[in-house]
T-cell receptor, first 112, second 116 residues
Framework: GNSVTQMEGPVTLSEEAFLTINCTYT??????LFWYVQYPGEGLQLLLK?????DKGSNKGFEATYRKETTSFHLEKGSVQVSDSAVYFC???????????FGTGTRLTIIP | DAGVIQSPRHEVTEMGQEVTLRCKPI?????LFWYRQTMMRGLELLIY????????DSGMPEDRFSAKMPNASFSTLKIQPSEPRDSAVYFC??????????????FGPGTRLTVL
């Protein structure tokens, strides 16, 4: 079955540091890949997505590239802000199926 | 536009009582998902519907849990009887369904349930 493995947290960084959160996946076909973010006290919201190999998703300074050869979708941001403090979830879905398989989430804290 | 609406936002009840959580999906979305989130187990999919029909309920913990979607604009998740281990945040999410698997799920704000 499908699975998503993401970097264990929590992660604490200083403001303006470079961020990488690793995500690898196992899937039988050609899944779509997503990063969702959850701010304190809120539901999850889509941060970015990529639907085929070599696609790059980007939003709010975050980027992730769909790497089929390494089955990875690592999240990066060049300069983090305190407002980026949240929990980040990597997820995938199969074609023909709207069900998402989520990773365990990575809690990110940015200190001024 | 209104997003996914959940009620109540907070619920505190005593063990053995019946609890009903409600969800109104975004208009035009025909897939609806119920999730549970806890520190210990993370985010779990309980059940999802396409066009009001339950498609996968393999995540429903046990017979105490039931979910219905009587129409396209309303769904309920019921726990009867409730137990302290059911304490969690319950999220409802909706998405358009086109069979591609590429669509974003839109999450509601969640219902925080505490069973004493």
């Amino acid at each position: 079955g499908n699975s998503v493995t993401q970097m264990e947290g929590p992660v604490t960084l200083s403001e303006e540091a470079f961020l990488t959160i690793n995500c690898t996946y196992t899937a039988t076909g050609y899944p779509s890949l997503f990063w969702y973010v959850q701010y304190p006290g809120e539901g999850l919201q889509l941060l970015l997505k990529a639907t085929k190999a070599d696609d790059k998703g980007s939003n709010k300074g975050f980027e992730a590239t769909y790497r089929k050869e390494t089955t990875s979708f690592h999240l990066e941001k060049g300069s983090v802000q305190v407002s980026d403090s949240a929990v980040y979830f990597c997820a995938l879905s199969d074609p023909g199926n709207e069900k998402l398989t989520f990773g365990t989430g990575t809690r990110l804290t940015i200190i001024p | 536009d209104a997003g996914v609406i959940q009620s109540p936002r907070h619920e505190v009840t005593e063990m053995g009582q019946e609890v009903t959580l409600r969800c109104k999906p975004i208009s035009g979305h025909n897939s609806l998902f119920w999730y549970r989130q806890t520190m210990m187990r993370g985010l779990e999919l309980l059940i999802y519907f396409n066009n009001n029909v339950p498609i996968d309920d393999s995540g429903m913990p046990e017979d105490r849990f039931s979910a219905k979607m009587p129409n396209a604009s309303f769904s309920t998740l019921k726990i009867q009887p409730s137990e302290p281990r059911d304490s969690a945040v319950y999220f409802c999410a909706s998405s358009p369904f086109d069979g591609s698997g590429r669509n974003e799920q839109f999450f509601g704000p969640g219902t925080r349930l505490t069973v004493l």
